[in-house]
Every structure is written in structure tokens, then in C-alpha cells.
T-cell receptor, first 110, second 112 residues
């Protein structure tokens, strides 16, 4: 199970684009990368998942370089409500065992 | 409404008194899992179940038991709780081999 490393915290201001990078040097060929968001006292919520290159949905983009040893979650034009902890997970397609790590606490300021 | 329901949401109890935290999902998901969350440690997986009668250990299974007799329910059992099991617990479910996991609202356990 590949471990992940993320910055402990990040600060941003409303309206800015935020990029959170996750390092996963031991990612395996069959592993996918998934990001979750968690607000205080709530369960995590799925944001986005990808295998390579770029994935985009209505809330975020996920950039994965060719070597797949890292990935970057991009949140466009953040608002105060994006203040949360963001987790990067790596696992094979079966995704039975999960390693969430400590996540990145994003603080969005007015 | 699709949801994962945990009960109780809060519990204060004493060392050694057996307790069960229930988890139920209404999405007909095969996969269910339990996590604990502690400050600075993120979420750590306790047990997971790929289907009825199929369970396996996560990263921190010591002191916990689970059972999966029905697809919708996945209770977490603490036979003899200890203070180091004081934590915030989350149950989650998903289709097999798939994301996203749907999480419950959490159960905060305090063991004195």
C-alpha cells in the first residue's frame, strides 16, 4: 500500500486558485489516485480520482505527471467554504485497503 | 436519500464495558469499512468487508471486532474498551472495487 506525503497546512485567500501536491513515490502500476475533502466533525467526501495526465470535474482538477510519483489537486477560485482538510489516497483499482495519511489543512481567508 | 447511518453519534463509557457501534447503509453496497480518526494521525482503517461474511483487517484492528451478517449492516464491536480507543469513528461504504466511499457522520467515543 503506497504511502503518501502532503503538506500539513496551506493558507489561501478567497478567489485564488489553490494547488495541493501529494507525493507518492512508491505508487504501483495499477494504483489510482483519489482525493477526499473533510470538514470538521463530518466524514470525508470524494472529490476526484485519476490514473494519469489530467482529470477535471465540476469542483476540481487533478494533474498527474508521467512518472506518477506525485499528483496535484487544483481548486479554482476558492471560497471560505473550501476551508477543510484534503486527503490524497493511493490504491489499486480494487481499493480495499486505504491509507488516508494526515491530510492537508487548507485555510481560506477573506 | 442515499446514506450511511451510524449510532450512537456520541458515547461516554467506562473501561471494560462492551459496546457496539452500528453502521447501516441503504445503497446496496458490497464494500463497507470502519476508520478511526485521531488528531495528527488522519483516518486509519480498522476493518473492512468486501461482502457478507467476508471481513479483513485494516491498519489498526487490535481491540476491535466486526461482523457482516447482512449486506446493509457492519457493526463495530469493542469487547473490552480501553481509554486508548477514545476516538472519532467513521463507517463507509462503496460498490466493490470502486470510489467514492460514502461516509457516515461519525461516532465520537470517550472511554474513561
Amino acid at each position: 500500500l503506497a504511502k503518501t506525503t502532503q503538506p500539513i497546512s496551506m493558507d489561501s485567500y478567497e478567489g485564488q486558485e489553490v494547488n495541493i501536491t501529494c507525493s507518492h513515490n512508491n505508487i504501483a502500476t495499477n494504483d489510482y489516485i483519489t482525493w477526499y475533502q473533510q470538514f470538521p466533525s463530518q466524514g470525508p467526501r470524494f472529490i476526484i480520482q485519476g490514473y494519469k495526465t489530467k482529470v477535471t470535474n465540476e469542483v476540481a482538477s487533478l494533474f498527474i505527471p508521467a512518472d506518477r510519483k506525485s499528483s496535484t489537486l487544483s481548486l479554482p477560485r476558492v471560497s471560505l467554504s473550501d476551508t477543510a482538510v484534503y486527503y490524497c489516497l493511493v490504491g489499486d483499482k480494487n481499493f480495499n485497503k486505504f491509507y488516508f495519511g494526515s491530510g492537508t489543512k487548507l485555510n481560506v481567508k477573506p | 436519500e442515499a446514506q450511511v447511518t451510524q449510532n450512537p453519534r456520541y458515547l461516554i463509557t467506562v473501561t471494560g464495558k462492551k459496546l457496539t457501534v452500528t453502521c447501516s447503509q441503504n445503497m446496496n453496497h458490497e464494500y463497507m469499512s470502519w476508520y478511526r480518526q485521531d488528531p495528527g494521525l488522519g483516518l486509519r482503517q480498522i476493518y473492512y468487508s468486501m461482502n457478507v461474511e467476508v471481513t479483513d483487517k485494516g491498519d489498526v484492528p487490535e481491540g476491535y471486532k466486526v461482523s457482516r451478517k447482512e449486506k446493509r449492516n457492519f457493526p463495530l464491536i469493542l469487547e473490552s474498551p480501553s481509554p486508548n480507543q477514545t476516538s472519532l469513528y467513521f463507517c463507509a461504504s462503496s460498490p466493490p472495487g470502486s470510489q467514492p466511499q460514502h461516509f457516515g457522520d461519525g461516532t465520537r467515543l470517550s472511554i474513561l
